[in-house]
């Protein structure tokens, strides 16, 4: 055994011979995902434009007022699809859960972040069944 798979912890740093073995996970770790690929988007298709200023406009929120919507919105159950003991919470929670199984590791697409949940083909999935009725209310 030529030591290579030594731990350099505990048996002392990596020496030059082992170096010029070859790179090692541990030489590309930071360049090992092309993060490039998820900012395709450029600034002239923001609808905000770039004068907007994210945090300004969310202290100008109603924190309370948004919490007591959410509460009346989850809360005020539909003759077209009851709320289940009175609640939609359990309802948006499996929404949220599907959106976000859709997520992919492989290249960073998917998610619920983009709201895909709403087109087809995801929202004809026999797994996202009556999530439409979530995604109205």
Known sequence: MDGSSK???????ITTAQKDAGATNRDWWPNQLN????RQNGKSGNPMGSSFD???????????ALKSDLHALM????????ADYGHYGPFFIRMTWHAAG???TGDGRGGGGT???RFAPLNSWPDNGNLDKARRL
């Open 7 to 13: 731990c350099p912890v505990i048996h002392g740093a």
């Open 75 to 82: 809360t005020d159950s539909k003759d077209w699809w009851p």
């Open 115 to 117: 709201g895909a949940q």
């Open 102 to 104: 859709t997520y992919r």
């Open 35 to 38: 993060m490039g690929i998820l």
């Open 54 to 64: 994210y945090r300004s406009e969310f202290q100008k929120l109603d924190y309370n």
